[in-house]
């Protein structure tokens, strides 16, 4: 995205909002090329166009997330392998076709386009289905990736966050579905870098309505706040209301941060910022910053003072200075139209209005000192800090979630790798009991839960806490049991995934101190904890504590039958007594079972 | 000054307010908790003794209830960064009473909530007042002891050290701060310890205090250890002659001058050279001190106020 701001508007209709584009006359033209907004604006050489709608990520849930994704790739498949410079792209709020050829290539292309989004080769879902999984096995996950979960949970802007699941489960008519209603004419903007609009353009699409951008869930109840990532990076997210200022702001901070953490303290490489809108009223400001581990503490501390100075109202003018040329120097450029026509499309596709260059660089002259504080309190105070070591108490950021505020009631299920944590198989939900606290997901509140054949279920809250039922990880996680979620999670929230090899059930580990700092539970790490590959075989052991233990299972129930007899020839009151026995019976039978299954002595519930 | 030793009769005075005539109107200052009184005698400090001003916030800290008048001072003037620092020493100083002197570990967990909850109120005060002061080294002074207390880590605490320094390259309370930052019971090393000791004293001017920081090592080093190792680690004369040679470029040098810091720095030597058997070393110390002596290191030797007493006797017996 980018940084280009203009101040929020009230939400327009398309064609109105086009209507208001006459203001930048003379910048860009505009029209309409089969029902579909499109803006113009010459420039020398090939033609570079784009044809966007406003559908992304943000709009899908957890059990479809990638169905946006799917449309493009299966737009795009006929036009094959052809040297032609086009692609597509989806991002959190918008999808985004572009080519750049001659005249004949892009009317090729954008016909080519919606041609297929009318007609989509359904033949090739599975085909395209693997194709993103394995591109997202590729992509990775980089330092910043689950910020959006924290802040969002797991729907709306924070699937941005999460594996593209509707790749295992969509169905064609779903996805169908999706290019029928969300790819329209009317959720659409064209632009073309021309002075006139290609003849033999054909871009029928079917009708629909602008769809507004998604309103953002919040899984922080306090901010600012912190969490803990991985050694040697640093990362700040913050939600702002667009403006000028804010993005000037963003340009400061980031040289703010170089200055300190790099050219003064020498603790980072990196050190940046960015602005970039979210939807037609929010921006996120997102600051980066990387570490060696023995200088990370410092990179922290550096940051926290570096806004601080910010918020402060510390700031040079000089530093102003040099954030607003860079952002002016954004207009020195040829053909400035064209340049702009990705910001405007984009615009005016998210109910965002649209100033001329003038108009955004008399704001960007209005700009003062005051402005960027406020700007700098207003990003810290919605701000979320991912920090690589020990915490961010400190300087007076609250801990984001890392535990549901409740648990349910229902059946005990016992870890078998720890004696500390419970798994709980309730009527509303199910709970993971560890020594740092409880994760809970409700059904009611479950974005999916994925099912294997095995009876493994892994259930994921809309607050992004996610719990892995593994039968053969806890005591007693029966057929009954399971069928219990299967009938409680809705329908539309579950992702059947494909039977497992055997090596890849999990089985219990050996049993290791609880950690509290990483309970098995917490968000994103709730199944964490990875499973080493090469994990104890299934098969059980026969260790001198099993055989023991054994021996006094099979003794007890001799003694206890001998006592009851000898009880009943007393005629005293044997009830009680006879019960307790049976009992420990059980007790021991299942402490048998336990280290035949583990190797460990465990304490049964 | 030696008379004083005889007989050890007169008790001996720890308070420095009692030691120094000049601290007396911010005692009372605190007493009456008048906030404009303590605002007059800082500012009665000159500009240029930052140590000053640090020696006096820390003995501020120390006087009970202050956090009442100096809270409403920080609320009232929320531009001046001294009532601000001022009341985070308080805070800093609460917290660590709350700690007490036990190792980490040693600590319940109510004690280190308690004591971490006090540093953090202190640290956002101090936050705030380096954004706003960058130069002001009380503040930073202070933000080393929360680094300590809020285990930051070794490269936070260098980093407001570094930034003290643009400011004041010889801080000689702050290079403390962080000589203990750099032992080995708060996550540094004696190498690093030591050598931060004998950099700064060997970069300072003649006559500063900052040789105390090598006795200041030695001392937490032997601390550290146990039995014949710790009855010997000061007896070594390669340390003996490290004390020396600190105690000559310091507070024995002909250009020192007696200050605040006056009776800190030679109760320390003293210290030092008296649990390593060099009495005659530290002879001029205790002469120096007469009846004063500061407790800060003296207070972990057991029943101190008698072995003082009896170190200083031997020792003036060898003049």
């Given at each position: 995205?980018?940084?280009?701001?203009?101040?929020?508007?009230?939400?327009?209709?398309?064609?109105?909002?086009?209507?208001?584009?006459?203001?930048?006359?003379?910048?860009?033209?505009?029209?309409?090329?089969?029902?579909?907004?499109?803006?113009?604006?010459?420039?020398?050489?090939?033609?570079?166009?784009?044809?966007?709608?406003?559908?992304?990520?943000?709009?899908?849930?957890?059990?479809?997330?990638?169905?946006?994704?799917?449309?493009?790739?299966?737009?795009?498949?006929?036009?094959?392998?052809?040297?032609?410079?086009?692609?597509?792209?989806?991002?959190?709020?918008?999808?985004?076709?572009?080519?750049?050829?001659?005249?004949?290539?892009?009317?090729?292309?954008?016909?080519?386009?919606?041609?297929?989004?009318?007609?989509?080769?359904?033949?090739?879902?599975?085909?395209?289905?693997?194709?993103?999984?394995?591109?997202?096995?590729?992509?990775?996950?980089?330092?910043?990736?689950?910020?959006?979960?924290?802040?969002y949970g797991a729907q709306g802007y924070g699937l941005s966050s999460v594996d593209e699941l509707g790749t295992r489960s969509l169905t064609a008519d779903q996805v169908r579905h999706w290019a029928d209603t969300r790819f329209t004419r009317d959720n659409a903007v064209l632009f073309l870098t021309a002075d006139r609009v290609p003849d033999g353009l054909d871009l029928t699409l079917p009708a629909g309505h602008r769809f507004p951008t998604p309103a953002p869930s919040s899984a922080l109840?306090?901010?600012?706040?912190?969490?803990?990532?991985?050694?040697?990076?640093?990362?700040?997210?913050?939600?702002?209301?667009?403006?000028?200022?804010?993005?000037?702001?963003?340009?400061?901070?980031?040289?703010?941060?170089?200055?300190?953490?790099?050219?003064?303290?020498?603790?980072?490489?990196?050190?940046?910022?960015?602005?970039?809108?979210?939807?037609?009223?929010?921006?996120?400001?997102?600051?980066?910053?990387?570490?060696?581990?023995?200088?990370?503490?410092?990179?922290?501390?550096?940051?926290?003072?570096?806004?601080?100075?910010?918020?402060?109202?510390?700031?040079?003018?000089?530093?102003?200075?040099?954030?607003?040329?860079?952002?002016?120097?954004?207009?020195?450029?040829?053909?400035?139209?064209?340049?702009?026509?990705?910001?405007?499309?984009?615009?005016?596709?998210?109910?965002?209005?649209?100033?001329?260059?003038?108009?955004?660089?008399?704001?960007?002259?209005?700009?003062?000192?005051?402005?960027?504080?406020?700007?700098?309190?207003?990003?810290?105070?919605?701000?979320?800090?991912?920090?690589?070591?020990?915490?961010?108490?400190?300087?007076?950021?609250?801990?984001?979630?890392?535990?549901?505020?409740?648990?349910?009631?229902?059946?005990?299920?016992?870890?078998?790798?720890?004696?500390?944590?419970?798994?709980?198989?309730?009527?509303?939900?199910?709970?993971?009991?560890?020594?740092?606290?409880?994760?809970?997901?409700?059904?009611?509140?479950?974005?999916?839960?994925?099912?294997?054949?095995?009876?493994?279920?892994?259930?994921?809250?809309?607050?992004?806490?996610?719990?892995?039922?593994?039968?053969?990880?806890?005591?007693?996680?029966?057929?009954?049991?399971?069928?219990?979620?299967?009938?409680?999670?809705?329908?539309?929230?579950?992702?059947?995934?494909?039977?497992?090899?055997?090596?890849?059930?999990?089985?219990?580990?050996?049993?290791?101190?609880?950690?509290?700092?990483?309970?098995?539970?917490?968000?994103?790490?709730?199944?964490?904890?990875?499973?080493?590959?090469?994990?104890?075989?299934?098969?059980?052991?026969?260790?001198?504590?099993?055989?023991?233990?054994?021996?006094?299972?099979?003794?007890?129930?001799?003694?206890?039958?001998?006592?009851?007899?000898?009880?009943?020839?007393?005629?005293?009151?044997?009830?009680?007594?006879?019960?307790?026995?049976?009992?420990?019976?059980?007790?021991?039978?299942?402490?048998?079972?336990?280290?035949?299954?583990?190797?460990?002595?465990?304490?049964?519930? | 000054?030696?008379?004083?030793?005889?007989?050890?009769?007169?008790?001996?005075?720890?308070?420095?307010?009692?030691?120094?005539?000049?601290?007396?109107?911010?005692?009372?200052?605190?007493?009456?908790?008048?906030?404009?009184?303590?605002?007059?005698?800082?500012?009665?400090?000159?500009?240029?003794?930052?140590?000053?001003?640090?020696?006096?916030?820390?003995?501020?800290?120390?006087?009970?209830?202050?956090?009442?008048?100096?809270?409403?001072?920080?609320?009232?003037?929320?531009?001046?960064?001294?009532?601000?620092?001022?009341?985070?020493?308080?805070?800093?100083?609460?917290?660590?009473?709350?700690?007490?002197?036990?190792?980490?570990?040693?600590?319940?967990?109510?004690?280190?909530?308690?004591?971490?909850?006090?540093?953090?109120?202190?640290?956002?005060?101090?936050?705030?007042?380096?954004?706003?002061?960058?130069?002001?080294?009380?503040?930073?002074?202070?933000?080393?002891?929360?680094?300590?207390?809020?285990?930051?880590?070794?490269?936070?605490?260098?980093?407001?050290?570094?930034?003290?320094?643009?400011?004041?390259?010889?801080?000689?309370?702050?290079?403390?701060?962080?000589?203990?930052?750099?032992?080995?019971?708060?996550?540094?090393?004696?190498?690093?310890?030591?050598?931060?000791?004998?950099?700064?004293?060997?970069?300072?001017?003649?006559?500063?205090?900052?040789?105390?920081?090598?006795?200041?090592?030695?001392?937490?080093?032997?601390?550290?250890?146990?039995?014949?190792?710790?009855?010997?680690?000061?007896?070594?004369?390669?340390?003996?002659?490290?004390?020396?040679?600190?105690?000559?470029?310091?507070?024995?040098?002909?250009?020192?001058?007696?200050?605040?810091?006056?009776?800190?720095?030679?109760?320390?030597?003293?210290?030092?050279?008296?649990?390593?058997?060099?009495?005659?070393?530290?002879?001029?110390?205790?002469?120096?001190?007469?009846?004063?002596?500061?407790?800060?290191?003296?207070?972990?030797?057991?029943?101190?106020?008698?072995?003082?007493?009896?170190?200083?006797?031997?020792?003036?017996?060898?003049?």
């Amino acid at each position: 995205m980018t940084t280009h701001e203009h101040p929020p508007a009230p939400e327009l209709d398309a064609l109105d909002a086009l209507d208001a584009l006459d203001a930048l006359d003379g910048i860009v033209r505009h029209t309409t090329v089969d029902g579909i907004p499109t803006l113009f604006a010459p420039r020398p050489g090939e033609i570079t166009a784009g044809l966007a709608f406003r559908v992304g990520h943000a709009d899908e849930t957890l059990p479809t997330a990638g169905i946006t994704h799917l449309v493009e790739h299966l737009a795009l498949f006929h036009l094959g392998l052809s040297d032609l410079h086009y692609n597509g792209a989806t991002a959190s709020t918008y999808t985004l076709f572009h080519v750049t050829g001659d005249e004949t290539e892009v009317v090729t292309y954008l016909n080519s386009v919606c041609a297929a989004l009318h007609d989509l080769p359904m033949d090739r879902l599975e085909t395209e289905k693997e194709i993103l999984r394995t591109e997202a096995g590729s992509r990775g996950q980089g330092p910043m990736s689950s910020m959006p979960l924290w802040r969002y949970g797991a729907q709306g802007y924070g699937l941005s966050s999460v594996d593209e699941l509707g790749t295992r489960s969509l169905t064609a008519d779903q996805v169908r579905h999706w290019a029928d209603t969300r790819f329209t004419r009317d959720n659409a903007v064209l632009f073309l870098t021309a002075d006139r609009v290609p003849d033999g353009l054909d871009l029928t699409l079917p009708a629909g309505h602008r769809f507004p951008t998604p309103a953002p869930s919040s899984a922080l109840p306090v901010t600012p706040a912190y969490l803990r990532g991985e050694d040697g990076h640093l990362v700040f997210t913050s939600v702002v209301r667009r403006s000028t200022a804010a993005a000037v702001f963003a340009e400061v901070l980031g040289r703010a941060l170089f200055q300190d953490l790099r050219q003064k303290g020498g603790y980072s490489y990196s050190a940046e910022a960015d602005y970039s809108s979210r939807d037609a009223d929010f921006a996120t400001l997102t600051a980066y910053a990387d570490a060696l581990p023995q200088k990370q503490d410092a990179a922290v501390g550096g940051f926290v003072d570096a806004f601080a100075r910010l918020r402060a109202g510390r700031i040079e003018q000089a530093e102003l200075d040099s954030a607003r040329g860079k952002l002016l120097k954004r207009y020195d450029v040829p053909d400035l139209g064209a340049a702009l026509l990705p910001s405007y499309a984009l615009s005016l596709l998210t109910g965002h209005r649209s100033l001329t260059p003038e108009q955004h660089r008399d704001e960007l002259r209005a700009v003062g000192i005051d402005d960027l504080r406020e700007a700098a309190r207003e990003a810290w105070d919605g701000g979320l800090l991912q920090v690589p070591a020990r915490g961010a108490e400190w300087a007076g950021l609250t801990p984001a979630p890392r535990f549901s505020p409740s648990g349910v009631s229902g059946t005990l299920h016992p870890s078998l790798e720890d004696d500390d944590v419970t798994l709980i198989i309730g009527a509303v939900g199910v709970t993971l009991s560890t020594p740092g606290g409880l994760v809970t997901v409700r059904y009611d509140a479950c974005a999916a839960m994925t099912t294997r054949p095995d009876g493994a279920r892994c259930l994921t809250g809309l607050d992004g806490f996610r719990i892995a039922v593994e039968p053969t990880l806890f005591g007693d996680v029966t057929a009954e049991r399971i069928a219990v979620l299967d009938k409680a999670v809705p329908a539309a929230a579950v992702v059947p995934l494909p039977a497992r090899p055997a090596e890849e059930i999990p089985q219990p580990r050996e049993r290791t101190a609880p950690d509290a700092r990483t309970p098995a539970g917490g968000r994103k790490q709730t199944e964490g904890r990875k499973r080493s590959e090469d994990r104890e075989p299934a098969a059980g052991r026969v260790t001198g504590h099993f055989v023991l233990v054994t021996a006094l299972a099979t003794l007890w129930p001799v003694l206890l039958v001998a006592l009851v007899v000898n009880g009943i020839k007393d005629s005293s009151p044997m009830g009680l007594a006879a019960i307790a026995g049976c009992a420990l019976e059980f007790l021991l039978i299942r402490a048998a079972r336990n280290l035949y299954r583990t190797g460990q002595p465990t304490t049964p519930q | 000054m030696g008379e004083s030793a005889v007989g050890g009769a007169r008790p001996l005075v720890t308070d420095p307010f009692d030691a120094v005539p000049g601290l007396a109107p911010l005692r009372a200052a605190a007493w009456d908790g008048d906030w404009a009184a303590t605002r007059a005698f800082f500012e009665g400090i000159p500009v240029a003794d930052a140590e000053g001003v640090c020696f006096a916030a820390a003995l501020l800290a120390g006087v009970d209830r202050t956090e009442w008048f100096l809270e409403k001072a920080a609320k009232a003037e929320p531009a001046d960064p001294l009532p601000r620092t001022l009341l985070a020493e308080r805070y800093i100083h609460l917290g660590w009473r709350a700690r007490g002197r036990g190792l980490g570990k040693d600590l319940s967990r109510d004690q280190a909530e308690l004591f971490q909850d006090w540093l953090r109120k202190a640290e956002l005060l101090l936050i705030e007042v380096c954004a706003e002061h960058p130069a002001y080294v009380p503040a930073w002074t202070a933000r080393l002891a929360t680094a300590r207390g809020l285990t930051l880590g070794q490269s936070e605490a260098r980093r407001r050290y570094d930034r003290l320094a643009e400011h004041h390259p010889h801080h000689v309370r702050a290079q403390s701060h962080l000589l203990k930052q750099l032992c080995p019971k708060w996550g540094g090393s004696w190498e690093a310890a030591h050598g931060f000791a004998q950099e700064c004293a060997s970069a300072a001017p003649d006559g500063s205090h900052a040789g105390v920081l090598v006795a200041e090592a030695h001392i937490e080093h032997c601390a550290e250890l146990e039995g014949a190792q710790a009855r010997e680690y000061l007896r070594d004369v390669s340390v003996r002659d490290e004390l020396l040679h600190a105690a000559r470029a310091s507070v024995l040098h002909p250009d020192h001058r007696r200050d605040w810091q006056w009776t800190e720095s030679h109760s320390t030597f003293a210290l030092a050279f008296s649990l390593g058997g060099h009495l005659g070393d530290a002879a001029r110390h205790f002469a120096a001190l007469g009846d004063t002596v500061s407790e800060t290191f003296w207070q972990t030797v057991p029943d101190w106020k008698t072995r003082f007493t009896e170190f200083r006797t031997a020792a003036s017996a060898t003049l």
